[in-house]
């Protein structure tokens, strides 16, 4: 009887004991590797029916948590996914073997996210690794990347140094020529896409046709640029960092002549046009600057390299972490940035006022799981800009400012600034150069004293934050789902600036002693304390809100049926010094749009796209718009024909037309074409009265006649691209383009005898642009130890070479056929 109860307390034991252990998680570590045994980084290790996960770091090790019955599911953009069961392995070493055709990748598209084997849309993607430049601006990291996409930049100067570009190039002369920048799906400006670190981005996509923006209507003919940031992903906390130091210097300097080649040039342009003119500079100065006897009284200034450094030392971190549960997920990511000038900051002030551009950037994105069909995102970013530098006239930056008065300064006239003379032994101010021409008052610029005088401060503040809400309505249908979208943006910009007036010397050479002492030009205006003057004040806030519906559906594994209708509603305020009454009033745009798509057995696409947009600018009659769009897709490789080709491995044909519209036309501040302007008290038409007429009344005069007729500017847009693939290593993308700008906001050429006080405007202006643009991206992996990557963006040039080469390329094309 004593046995039998010993073995039923085991056997009572080992059940209540054995199912924890059986669901016991234990760690599972391995390396991922490459068919050339390269380690990989940044795979994604997803545990099956889960979005716990993690990722391989640099060297391709990963490390997770698993129970004995999960698989895990391992997947790498460009290579075929793989599940691993967990059963028994306590390590995991995975070889993934390349995708030859990339065509299951999700690429980006308006409102959503499409396979690339169905996309007909013309898209260029760029992976966020190929972003990591060593800058702290991301716009200057688009140039040469993008097929199609022209960037360059103005100015090198930190917190000035954004760069422009253009889709396709411009066919517009209205203001509104830049594309669309949409950051997780709200419109956002090219300064929120320059404070975004490389490494929370997850998806970089330029939307160029018809087809990829006419869901966009209003705003969409310029192209788009759309940019989705990470979010977090189940599983423990991971961390990542990232600090940087760079130096920066000038990719060229202007060579100018030195000192004694301008005398002599400058006389030498006196010469010919006045053979009798009086020269500028005496034979006698220019010897004795020759000989270098007095740098005083003969100074030889080298404007640049006094006002200017070699080099300068830049400062970057990043600081990431992400994890959460089956509940909610996150991410969070902080960056700071610090960009500084090359300016010769003098020690002689107590201040410093070289360049400096410092960014401050935190970034939360949450998902939350309410139930098992509901979500809710929510997303926040807080931003901090601060800039300081020399003090400059309205609209200049501060190094800009500096450099132009180099390029303009006279070497020979006097120096920077001078050492105190006994005189001056106890003079507490900087004793600057200069040059009197008759009154003995200062008659130049002195850029070492502009740039020394005092300094400007600014700050910018921006927060954004979104919520997203994602229904599922399975319910109702297989594939349905609803997604709301609430973004609200409150921007504020000011600056200061604190400066004094310098104190201008210039030397004198005694007749009689021949001492040199330095006569002040300016002792009454000068002053020895900082004033301040209040700079710009700048004020915005930004309403969107986003409904749609999306609808996916696979009949017989055959037909591929999506449907998306979405409203949007965008709300902007502005609040600037010295605005106008427009500038006050609200910027607004509505629109319903839609796209519908087919695809049959995975090798016919067709699609099409509508845009109906409303925008406050025009009158009642023109202020709706509809833009529609067509594209048609043929995947040729995945017919019957072209099956088990090792030659093509990838070949598609697709061809899309459509308009798109644009309502930023005229100027920012001139708006509402429709309503007349009319100054009723202009000081320019004055008229007298009284008995004496001697009271002047203000008159009327008229800065713009109504016209209700003006609308949209619009684009016909049309595209035929192929994309082939060539031995699993060559992969060759290219579009040919055309657009069609029309209805242009012009001025009409109107005579004066018509008695007109302003002129009329008109959609009458055209433009037309065509090219080609594309892609050549050759990959190939030798053995474990070489392999070779290159990738080249094709310029719209590249028609002439095919012109050229059209016979070499057809007979190619027949001989893989």
């Known amino acids: 009887m004593r046995n039998k109860i010993t073995i039923l307390i085991c056997i009572v034991l080992c059940t209540l ?30 545990i099956k029916g889960t979005q716990r996960g993690t990722s391989t770091d640099f060297d391709g090790n990963f490390s997770i948590r698993a129970n004995e019955a999960d698989i895990l599911v391992i997947s790498y953009l460009g290579f075929v996914t793989k599940e691993i069961a967990v059963k028994g392995k306590s390590t995991i070493n995975v070889s993934l073997d390349s995708d030859t055709s990339d065509l299951d990748e999700v690429v980006l598209v308006s409102f959503g996210k499409q396979k690339k084997s169905s996309v007909i849309a013309s898209i260029s993607t760029i992976k966020p690794s190929e972003l990591k430049i060593p800058s702290s601006n991301l716009t200057t990291a688009l140039a040469g990347r993008v097929a199609g996409l022209i960037s360059f930049q103005r100015g090198g100067e930190p917190g000035r140094d954004d760069a422009s570009f253009f889709v396709r190039g411009v066919t ?19 300064s929120d896409l320059r404070r975004i670190h490389p490494d929370d981005i997850a998806a970089f996509s330029i939307m160029k046709d018809a087809s990829a923006t006419a869901l966009y209507g209003a705003r969409g003919a310029n192209g788009v640029i759309y940019v989705t940031l990470k979010e977090g992903i189940e599983g423990p906390a991971r961390y990542s960092g990232r600090i940087e130091a760079s130096f920066s210097s000038p990719t060229r300097n202007i060579e100018l002549a030195d000192p004694i080649t301008y005398m002599r040039m400058g006389n030498e342009a006196v010469k010919t046009r006045d053979p009798l003119g009086l020269l500028i500079y005496s034979q006698e100065k220019i010897a004795k600057t020759a000989a270098g006897i007095d740098p005083i009284l003969y100074p030889t200034t080298d404007w640049y390299r006094e006002l200017f450094k070699n080099y300068t030392l830049n400062k970057r971190a990043n600081f990431n972490v992400n994890g959460g549960g089956k509940v909610a997920k996150y991410y969070v990511a902080m960056s700071a940035t610090q960009d500084n000038g090359i300016l010769e900051v003098p020690k002689l002030n107590d201040f410093n006022n070289n360049v400096k551009f410092t960014q401050f950037n935190l970034r939360s994105n949450t998902n939350i799981d309410l139930s098992k069909t509901s979500k809710l995102n929510v997303k926040f970013n807080l931003a901090f800009d601060e800039y300081s530098g020399p003090v400059t006239p309205s609209g200049q930056s501060g190094g800009q400012y500096v450099y132009n008065l180099v390029m303009r300064s006279n070497p020979v006239l006097f120096r920077p600034f001078y050492e105190p ?29 502009e740039m020394a005088k005092g300094y400007q401060e600014g700050t910018t503040n921006k927060l954004i934050g979104q919520l997203e809400f994602i229904q599922n309505l399975k319910s109702v249908t297989e594939g349905l789902e609803f997604k709301g979208v609430f973004a609200a943006t409150k921007e504020s910009r000011y600056s200061i600036n604190r400066a004094y007036n310098p104190y201008y010397y210039s030397p004198y050479q005694n007749p009689d002693t021949d001492e040199v002492i330095l006569i002040p030009l300016n002792e009454e205006q000068g002053t020895e304390y ?5 700079g710009e004040k700048y004020v915005s806030s930004t309403t969107y ?8 559906k696979t009949l017989n594994e055959t037909h591929d049926f999506t449907g998306l209708l979405v409203y949007t509603l965008n709300h902007r305020l502005f609040s600037v010094t010295g605005g ?63 099956e088990n080709n090792n030659a093509i491995t990838n070949l598609k044909f697709k061809v899309t037309y459509g308009l798109v519209g644009n309502d930023a036309i005229g100027s920012r501040s001139d708006r509402f074409f429709y309503l007349s302007q009319v100054n009723l008290n202009d000081g320019n038409y004055t008229y007298p009265t009284g008995e004496a007429y001697d009271y002047r009344n203000g008159g009327i005069s008229i800065g ?20 082939l693939g060539l031995f699993n290593d060559l992969t060759f993308e290219v579009d040919f383009f055309s657009e069609k700008r029309e209805d242009i906001l012009t001025d009409r050429i109107i005579p004066s005898t018509l008695g007109l006080q302003a002129g009329v405007r008109a959609n009458v202006g055209e433009a037309k642009s065509q090219g080609i643009d594309g892609s050549l991206v050759y990959n190939k992996s030798f053995d474990s130890d ?20 059209n016979q070499i390329i057809l007979k190619l094309l027949g001989y893989l056929g």
């Not at 054995?18 to 998680?25: D, F, G, L, R, Y």
């Open 530 to 534: 900082l004033d301040f003057a209040d």
């Open 545 to 552: 809100l986003e409904s749609r519906l999306t609808y996916n």
């Open 786 to 805: 070489f392999w070779l990557q290159v990738e080249q963006t094709l310029p719209m040039q590249l028609m002439k070479l095919l012109k050229l080469k």
């Open 421 to 449: 003379d006994a005189a001056n032994e106890f003079t507490n101010h900087i004793l600057f150069g200069n040059y009197a021409e008759d009154d003995n008052t200062p008659s130049y610029i002195n850029p070492f004293a």
């Open 172 to 190: 517009t002369f209205g203001y509104g020529n830049v594309p669309l920048i949409l950051i997780d799906g709200v419109e956002l400006t090219v």
């Open 704 to 723: 713009r006649y109504a016209n209700d007729q003006i609308t949209w500017e619009t684009a016909k847009k049309l595209n035929l691209g192929i994309e």
């Open 580 to 642: 106008t009454l427009q500038d006050g009033l609200a910027f607004r745009n509505m629109g319903l749009a839609g796209r519908f798509t087919y695809g049959y057995d995975n090798r016919y696409f067709g699609e099409f796209n509508f845009g109906y947009n409303g925008s406050e600018r025009f009158a009642k009659n023109e202020r709706w718009g509809y833009f529609p769009s067509l594209g048609f897709g043929w995947l040729a490789s995945n017919e019957k024909f072209l």
């Open 17 to 46: 004991f054995s199912a924890p252990v059986q669901a016991q998680e234990k760690k599972v570590s391995g390396t991922i590797l490459d068919t050339a045994g390269q380690p990989l980084p940044g795979v994604n290790i997803i």
